[in-house]
């Protein structure tokens, strides 16, 4: 029986199926087929420093193998997990001597972003020189992860995550390398695709595991559950992912799409995601994207803030749910923030003028004196307590921030401006007939 240390122990599945050629790599025809960047660059036989970035097991690591041999690079790997300077320093002394013997090296780095600014500094005399061709592998952001100038000396390609039929093909693969069927039923074997999420690499663990340790029968889909451990959604909840999905969140609502929230919302809880973080940001969509159109959004969200603070989870993630559905279902209006927006656009741009005179309380002699207070109307005082006075900056004109639209009680808001406005437009046509009367009756 092979053990752990047994030289003679067979080869992991998925090493015993790693395409050979470029040809055999599946999802990655964008990158790879005789168009794609990699395809052009293998057949002119020249390969410049690339980042390749895609989620896990989309075939990075074989496909940076592939290409120093079809580019006749000496293939050179290293993990940034596990390596530092001095590993760097031997790996490049090497590639300046392979080079006077005409053969150049192919740098592949794993995890790339997990080296820090300085030593990713330390990468761009090589690559500049060609000492190496720098071909970095990453599951983040590069933009977010790397140098701002190793990224200028590089190309980013990025990966897809495996579709269906890239993994329907790793498993045909599977099937004749075993020289017979997986034992699975036609739902087993779309539950293990789900499964992998995207994964070719882990798809093909779980099938191993299918080989080894289930039941000769064919395994239906409860029982592929008991077979292969389920593994958590990919989601980081500190990088780009949780950025990408509060996106996909945010604008599926504003977009009144209440079942892709919904979606997006549970992809984000089952990733471990911080409830109150969703629910900060569901009060911030209240006031920014819903607002006057519906009041009654805000308060929805802080009592569903509140209920989750009460029952904590799983129990208050329904109050989450309800409140995107909510959200989803209510009409939409940005007036309130561009309002505000354009009001702190003019306070910029309007520095420090002062109150007009009239409204500015007066409780010293020399502050009456200088006219402070004069003229003012107390509103209630005046008929449908409105006096229509200008409460504006004397050297601004006035201006209208506030437009609300024609939809949800924005409707009734716009009616109350619009009634505001005539009010306004008589009470200003008849202190304009006061003061031509006035000033004729003093010349008199």
């Known amino acids: 029986m092979a053990t752990l240390f047994d030289a003679h122990a067979p080869r992991p599945l998925a090493d015993r199926l790693r395409p050979h050629t470029l040809e055999e790599v599946v999802g990655q025809d964008h990158l790879i087929g005789p168009d794609g960047p990699l395809g052009r660059m293998v057949r002119a036989g020249k390969l410049t420093s690339i980042i390749l970035w895609g989620p896990p097991g989309c075939g990075k690591t074989t496909i940076a193998r592939l290409l120093a041999d079809r580019t006749d690079l000496h293939f050179e790997p290293l993990s940034a997990v596990f390596s530092g300077v001095a590993d760097l320093r031997k790996v490049f002394e090497a590639a300046r001597a392979r080079r006077q013997t005409g053969r150049g ?25 060609g000492t190496v061709v720098l071909v970095g592998a990453t599951t983040e952001n590069p933009s977010f992860e790397l140098n701002a100038a190793l990224l ?7 990966l897809n995550r495996l579709d269906e039929p890239a993994l329907e093909t790793l498993l045909a693969r599977v099937e004749a390398d075993l020289g017979k069927p997986l034992p699975l039923t036609p739902d087993a074997r779309a539950a293990l695709k789900a499964i992998a999420d995207g994964d070719g690499r882990y798809l093909l663990g779980m099938a191993e595991d299918v080989v080894n340790f289930g039941p000769a029968e064919a395994l239906d889909a409860a029982g592929l559950a008991s077979v292969v451990q389920r593994r958590a959604p990919v989601y980081d909840k500190d990088r780009e992912g949780h950025y990408n999905l509060i996106s996909a969140l945010h604008k599926s609502l504003r977009g009144s799409d209440t079942d892709a929230a919904l979606y997006w919302m549970a992809r984000m809880l089952d990733g471990g995601e911080d409830p109150a973080f969703l629910l900060r940001r569901l009060t911030r969509f209240a006031v920014e994207d819903v607002g006057l159109a519906d009041p009654g959004a805000v308060t929805q969200a802080i009592a569903a803030w509140e209920t989750y603070d009460r029952l904590g989870s799983p129990e208050g993630e329904l109050a989450i749910a309800q409140l995107v559905i909510y959200l989803g279902t209510a009409p939409k209006s940005n007036a309130g923030y561009v309002a505000y927006k354009a009001a702190r656009k003019a306070a910029k741009g309007t520095g420090s003028l002062m109150p007009p005179k009239h409204i500015l309380n007066a409780p010293t002699r020399m502050m009456k004196d200088l006219g402070y207070g004069k003229g003012y109307a ?9 006096s229509g006075q200008n409460y504006f900056p004397e050297e601004m004109a006035r201006q209208r921030f506030y437009d609300p639209p024609e939809r949800g009680f924005e409707r009734e808001l716009r009616k109350r401006i619009d009634w505001w406005d005539r009010l306004r437009a008589r009470r200003q046509a008849a202190d304009d007939r006061d003061d031509e009367g006035g000033g004729a009756g003093g010349a008199s």
Do not use: K
């Open 105 to 129: 090296t192919l740098l592949f780095v794993d995890e790339i972003h997990r080296f820090n600014r300085s030593q990713q500094d330390g990468f761009l005399p090589y690559v500049e020189d």
């Open 152 to 158: 200028s000396r590089c190309r980013v390609l990025v």
């Open 378 to 386: 107390y509103d209630h005082d005046a008929p449908e307590a409105f």
